[in-house]
């Protein structure tokens, strides 16, 4: 697609073409008010006569360069930038005005055509070399080019520029040069400018932290250690160091750097935080606590800090110290929405379900809000509020555009009537969710579940076989699929089938695995369901998983251990459905 007039109109036009250019060009440019915005070339009907691909005319001075900037900006204005730039690229060579070849430059560049667009910007240079602007896209091009060596007379021209000016011209060809495509060749224009400022550490400095960004860790390391070499109190070196050494896969060593930065810079808090933070990344929590405490005890309202410590805490289990730094956010009044929402999560972990609920619905905006309002519902359906449940759910749906939510919150209410066993509601809220939001693959296999436990076998099977359509290889719909097969009718070689494919993708899933064991006995081959069935048990002691094991041990005469497994699984689920079934057919 070519680009749209409006866009080429959003850079400047800054030839300088005399009066009468001006002039002419005032009244073509409202001529061209009326040309459509397509970018789909010009319109017959209002130039039935132009030709924008037709020659110049003979070499007549001023004239000749008026005819190609005039046509150049037409062609432009009307999403022709191949021909544009034809007429910039010989209105540059026959003008002296850099702002020409700067025009040049410009529509090169933005109609991706890099090959002009490198001449363009040298022509930029020579007329006018005292430009920044100028000397940094050649090198940048020349760079991107594979062309390191002649970028860098540009490069050292702009830094004497800057330091001129009490500038930060280290920090400037950093920025331009970590923005390079060639990374390599970025880093090798660096290193020749640093080497000729052999005296000065933070050249090194410059090419470490180039090297960092353009992914070379090693040359990063080699540039910091020369500037520590020449500046052994260089703290930016050091830390730095510290980073790339992590970068080059040796994480020990980046610590250990980092711990003896801070060792012989006690006070230096910003060196700890970045400790710590390299400790977050090693789950070494203890220890970045430490760090980030030091912080907190000189800096006691840095909000970051503080949440950050609330956040390690729960982590680490601590859910007193947790509180007390997300209650100090409260506090100051900084991120409460997020401490509120934490305090909510460890209200929840500690039992304590109104006040998780009370926080949870004290998120009134922010990233938490809508997952709080969902933890909200689903814990007043565990207190038995469940039409307040429904209620908050609905309401958020309703007032929220967002479909992903939309889809959540449907998710969530369905698991809600699924807990408190109202299939049917359940199943009629699922109906109501796909007729919004159909062949959704998440709602989908909610009301397949949900299908199951009304017997409807027939609606699992659809709801499945839909998801398998778009998703041929769904581990969770095969596995469901076949697990039901097997479990309530007698089509067992095609639930093999189905659960033989979800188990070659996922072969140490504890319910997949609890699946294949359940098909083989089902199929009869008792020694391999057994030692499938306590595989997936050993991984997770859910009560599906006890009870087929049981069933299974009972047929095989190992009957004092399949009760054992069975009420072992009965103390820990007492209301479970298929674990109550199961005892009561075995020891009425």
Same mark, same amino acid.
């Given at each position: 697609m070519k680009p749209s007039a409006t866009s080429f109109a959003s850079f400047p036009a800054r030839a300088a073409v005399g009066l009468a250019?001006?002039?002419?060009?005032?009244?073509?440019?409202?001529?061209?008010?009326?040309?459509?915005?397509?970018?789909?070339?010009? #319109?017959?009907? @209002?130039?039935?006569?132009?030709?924008?691909?037709?020659?110049?005319?003979?070499?007549?001075?001023?004239? =000749?360069?008026?005819?190609?900037?005039?046509? !150049?900006? /037409?062609?432009?204005?009307?999403?022709?930038?191949?021909? +544009?730039?034809?007429?910039?690229?010989?209105?540059? !060579?026959?003008?002296?005005?850099?702002?020409?070849?700067?025009?040049?430059?410009?529509?090169?560049?933005? +109609?991706?055509?890099?090959?002009?667009?490198?001449?363009?910007?040298?022509?930029?240079?020579?007329?006018?070399?005292?430009?920044?602007?100028?000397?940094? @896209?050649?090198?940048?091009?020349?760079?991107?080019?594979?062309?390191?060596?002649?970028?860098?007379?540009?490069?050292?021209?702009?830094?004497? $520029?800057?330091?001129?000016?009490?500038?930060?011209?280290?920090?400037?060809?950093?920025?331009?040069?970590? $923005?390079?495509?060639?990374?390599?060749?970025?880093?090798?224009?660096?290193?020749? @400018?640093a080497a000729g400022r052999s005296d000065d550490p933070r050249a090194q400095l410059a090419l470490g932290s180039l090297a960092l960004q353009q992914d070379q860790p090693h040359a990063a390391v080699a540039a910091t250690e020369r500037a520590l070499r020449m500046d052994p109190?260089?703290?930016?070196?050091?830390?730095?160091?510290?980073?790339?050494?992590?970068?080059?896969?040796?994480?020990?060593? +980046?610590?250990?750097a980092m711990k003896e930065l801070v060792e012989r810079y006690p006070d230096d808090l910003d060196l700890r935080v970045n400790y710590g933070r390299l400790l977050l990344q090693e789950e070494r929590f203890a220890d970045a606590r430490i760090q980030f405490e030091a912080v907190v005890a000189e800096r006691g309202d840095d909000a970051d800090m503080l949440y950050t410590l609330g956040l390690i805490n729960i982590e680490m289990e601590q859910y007193g110290e947790a509180e007390r730094y997300l209650e100090q956010l409260l506090k100051i009044g900084q991120r409460a929405g997020e401490a509120r929402y934490y305090l909510g999560r460890i209200a929840e972990l500690t039992g304590d379900v109104q006040r998780a609920v009370d926080f949870y619905e004290e998120v009134d905006r922010g990233d938490y809000r809508q997952e709080s309002m969902i933890r909200a519902a689903r814990l007043r359906g565990e207190m038995g509020q469940v039409n307040e449940a429904r209620e908050a759910l609905t309401r958020l749906r309703e007032t929220s555009d967002n479909p992903r939510l939309q889809v959540e919150t449907y998710l969530s209410e369905a698991q809600l009537l699924r807990e408190t066993r109202d299939y049917?509601?359940?199943?009629?809220?699922?109906?109501?969710?796909?007729?919004?939001?159909?062949?959704?693959?998440?709602?989908?296999?909610?009301?397949?579940?949900?299908?199951?436990?009304? =017997?409807?076998?027939?609606?699992?099977?659809?709801?499945?076989?839909?998801?398998?359509?778009? #998703?041929? #290889?769904?581990?969770?719909?095969?596995?469901?699929? !076949?697990?039901?097969?097997?479990?309530?009718?007698?089509?067992?070689?095609?639930?093999?089938?189905? /659960?033989?494919?979800?188990?070659?993708?996922?072969?140490?899933?504890?319910? /997949? /695995?609890? +699946?294949?064991?359940?098909?083989?006995?089902?199929?009869?081959?008792?020694d391999e369901a057994e030692s499938h069935l306590r595989r997936a048990y050993g991984k997770m002691e859910d009560g599906e998983i006890a009870s087929n094991l049981a069933q299974v041990l009972w047929e095989r005469g190992e009957r004092e251990e399949a009760l054992d497994i069975l009420e072992a699984a009965l103390e820990r689920d007492p209301d479970h459905e298929r674990l109550l079934r199961l005892k009561e057919r075995l020891n009425p």
């Open positions: 250019g001006i002039v002419l060009a005032a009244s073509l440019l409202t001529a061209c008010a009326g040309l459509t915005q397509g970018g789909g070339g010009h #319109d017959p009907e @209002v130039y039935p006569n132009l030709d924008l691909r037709m020659g110049t005319p003979e070499d007549n001075g001023q004239a =000749d360069l008026l005819y190609e900037l005039l046509v !150049g900006e /037409i062609a432009g204005h009307m999403g022709e930038l191949q021909v +544009s730039l034809d007429h910039y690229l010989r209105a540059a !060579g026959r003008s002296d005005d850099p702002g020409v070849a700067e025009r040049a430059t410009r529509i090169a560049l933005f +109609s991706g055509d890099r090959e002009k667009a490198l001449p363009a910007a040298q022509r930029w240079v020579a007329l006018d070399g005292e430009s920044l602007e100028a000397r940094q @896209v050649l090198a940048a091009m020349l760079v991107n080019d594979d062309q390191p060596d002649a970028a860098v007379p540009h490069l050292e021209r702009v830094l004497e $520029r800057m330091e001129a000016v009490e500038g930060d011209g280290l920090g400037l060809l950093v920025n331009i040069l970590s $923005r390079a495509q060639n990374g390599p060749a970025a880093v090798k224009a660096m290193e020749q @400018v109190g260089l703290r930016e070196a050091s830390v730095l160091r510290a980073r790339a050494i992590q970068r080059t896969g040796d994480r020990e060593a +980046s610590l250990q049917q509601a359940g199943l009629a809220l699922l109906d109501e969710a796909l007729e919004s939001h159909p062949d959704h693959l998440e709602l989908l296999y909610a009301r397949a579940l949900m299908a199951e436990r009304l =017997d409807r076998i027939d609606q699992l099977e659809e709801d499945l076989n839909r998801i398998l359509e778009q #998703d041929p #290889d769904n581990p969770a719909a095969l596995n469901a699929l !076949g697990y039901t097969l097997a479990d309530r009718t007698d089509r067992f070689e095609e639930a093999y089938d189905y /659960i033989s494919r979800a188990y070659e993708q996922r072969p140490d899933d504890a319910a /997949i /695995i609890d +699946s294949m064991g359940w098909v083989l006995y089902r199929l009869g081959r008792l």
